[in-house]
């Protein structure tokens, strides 16, 4: 208990933890506040505890999932957001894990891990979503949306809430009809035949996951707008290369964290090539609030390889380079937090069903997952990006206020 008491003792001040080790001591740490989780971790191991120690986040993501760090009161999800709870990144609170030169070398293999060459992205694109559909479909809405929902009003379905986002968002585009619309990682098809079904226009999306573009076809399919929906399995990069000018609009939702910084300048150069003189393009992404960081070990080595979330300075100042106006900027700020808690409850309501498919380690896995990002966007340093780039200043109207109209009409 000696190596985890310093480090507990700092961090846990509000809420209370306790934690017994192998031989059966107990320890607790802070006190009953109103809103804060009371959790209980059992570790089995001497060498789960030094993990942790070693690297709270990489060491406790593992012994949760190798069975050696047991949530006996409570769940990952209280005991992940107790910690970030006690460190909000509003107040300029930090977990102090790691010393000037973890933080340095988590620096540097963020920046090497995504530079993201085109066969290295596809790698890393099969590592996360080519895992199986039935997986998603277990935990995501019916349209199979893998990104931040959008949350106008309480009480809204997860359901709900990912048909407000894509209204949101197609609204923000200034649709016409006749358009051709490009959507960059297009999953499983979702956004682009909503568009095709709000507006009479084609879209064309693209991917790098074989197991999203056969999905995605067979919706189109399915919708009866395959003639003006299309799906292809093709990097961004090369599609830049064979067309130029040849889209009225680009949107593009929960891909951009998958770039890699390296590759931003390349991003918005493709992004401009491809967009026609008064195109108008929408970006969704995951960002940091503050200045750009690095990403976690745990998440670089089992959940995103190659991922790397953006501060919003970063991606304008990429932007920029390639003469792209940003017209509009909104941050969701608790919107994935909410989106992200969806996801967990239906995870463990399929519980048994996701260890039969992927066995009891992957689930652990995925729990600790959508755990720490959930407390990551409560308490932490992330939110969400919508950016809106015009190639002209005459573009679009002068106000916003045709976002709203278009907005409650797609509704």
């Not at 999800?77 to 977990?95: F, V």
Request: net charge neutral.
């Amino acid at each position: 208990m000696s190596i985890l008491r310093p480090f507990l003792s700092r961090v846990i001040h509000r809420g209370r933890l306790t934690v017994i080790d192998p031989d059966g001591g107990a320890e607790t740490f802070g006190a009953p506040a109103p809103g804060f989780p009371e959790v209980s971790v059992r570790f089995a191991t001497r060498r789960a505890m030094r993990r942790v120690i070693l690297d709270p986040r990489l060491g406790a993501g593992e012994a949760f999932m190798d069975g050696e760090m047991e949530i006996t009161e409570g769940d990952i999800m209280g005991l992940i957001g107790l910690l970030r709870m006690n460190t909000p990144w509003d107040r300029g609170a930090k977990l102090k894990d790691k010393t000037r030169l973890g933080q340095w070398g988590d620096w540097v293999k963020t920046r090497l891990g995504s530079i993201n060459r085109q066969r290295q992205s596809r790698a890393n694109v099969e590592h996360h979503y080519d895992i199986g559909n039935d997986l998603y479909r277990l935990f995501l809405d019916r349209d199979m949306q893998y990104s931040c929902a959008y949350w106008p009003r309480e009480g809204m379905t997860l359901d709900e809430a990912q048909e407000a986002k894509k209204a949101h968002i197609a609204a923000k585009l200034a649709l016409r009809p006749g358009q051709r619309i490009l959507d960059i990682g297009c999953g499983w098809g979702g956004m682009a035949i909503t568009l095709a079904k709000l507006e009479a226009v084609e879209v064309l999306g693209i991917t790098l996951s074989t197991e999203q573009l056969e999905l995605a076809r067979q919706r189109a399919e399915e919708a009866g707008i395959a003639d003006r929906v299309r799906f292809e399995l093709i990097d961004y990069r090369d599609l830049a290369a064979r067309e130029t000018g040849g889209f009225d609009r680009i949107v593009s939702v929960g891909m951009f964290e998958h770039v890699g910084a390296a590759n931003f300048d390349t991003f918005f150069r493709a992004c401009a090539n491809l967009l026609s003189a008064d195109g108008v393009m929408l970006l969704h992404t995951i960002g940091r609030f503050g200045k750009p960081g690095a990403t976690d070990a745990f998440t670089r080595k089992y959940i995103f390889p190659g991922g790397y979330i953006p501060a919003l300075s970063e991606t304008l100042a990429a932007s920029e380079k390639s003469r792209l106006i940003a017209t509009d900027v909104e941050t969701l700020r608790l919107h994935y937090a909410l989106t992200l808690r969806q996801w967990y409850a239906n995870t463990l309501a399929h519980e048994a069903e996701i260890v039969a498919m992927m066995g009891a380690r992957f689930f652990r896995m995925w729990c600790f997952y959508l755990a720490g990002a959930t407390a990551a966007f409560e308490s932490g340093g992330m939110g969400n990006y919508q950016i809106q780039f015009a190639r002209s200043r005459h573009a679009l109207p002068l106000t916003r206020d045709y976002m709203g109209e278009a907005e409650g009409r797609y509704l």
